[in-house]
């Protein structure tokens, strides 16, 4: 159950556009499509912006996207803003029946 | 729809703990519930899981020492942490698996654990 591989950190300039990868295994994220991924704002509970690898919430922006190619899910955030800083969690379901959640990525509006 | 935490505290290492997880809002027995934990300054871990059907699953980190079960009843998910570690100290978070599997909505507020001595 090793977690799911994110980048550490990525920024870019507000209205850019930027993207986070998640890399699992054929267990994991290559096997389902059952990724989801979560913003958390420092203190704040995390929050569902994407499930089922590319599909939104309602009340959910439509600058937030997902997407999957093999063992590897994404998160793209278009039109960056500064309230889009947070932290970013990418999660899987497995093939033993559990969840595994990404490592995190740091997002930072410049 | 709303989950509320209890039983967080400070704990000795060894010790044993008992977390709990009142939801309200919506039909609490037709969905699969987790625990979810954060270390301080550290990113999120998947605990455990309690099925609608009863079925219990758990992270190889915490398998053997924590229980999870369900009051239906109560409208209650708690977790049973027995022979905690220093490593164990986390938020703990109870969350509702929304659709899915593996969409998380909503979540607690978190109830945070310390194992020290």
Redesign the interface.
Known sequence: ?S?LTQPASVSGSPGQSITISCTGTRSDIGGYN???W?Q?HPGK????II??VSDR?SGVSDRFSGSKSGNTASLTISGLQAEDEA?Y?C???TS?????????TKVTAL | VQLVESGGGVVQPGKSLRLSCAASGFSFSSYSM?W?RQAPGK????VA?TSKDGTT?????VKGRFTISRDNSRDTVYMQMDSLRAEDTATY?CARE?????????????TLVTVSS
């Open positions: 159950q977690a059952y990724v989801s979560y958390q509970a995390p929050k569902v499930y089922d919430p932290d969690y999660s899987s379901y033993s029946g559990t969840r595994v959640f990404g490592t995190g | 987790h979810v990113g999120l871990e998947w899981l699953k758990f992270a190889d980190s978070y929304f659709s899915g599997p593996n969409w998380f909505d909503p979540w607690g507020q978190g």
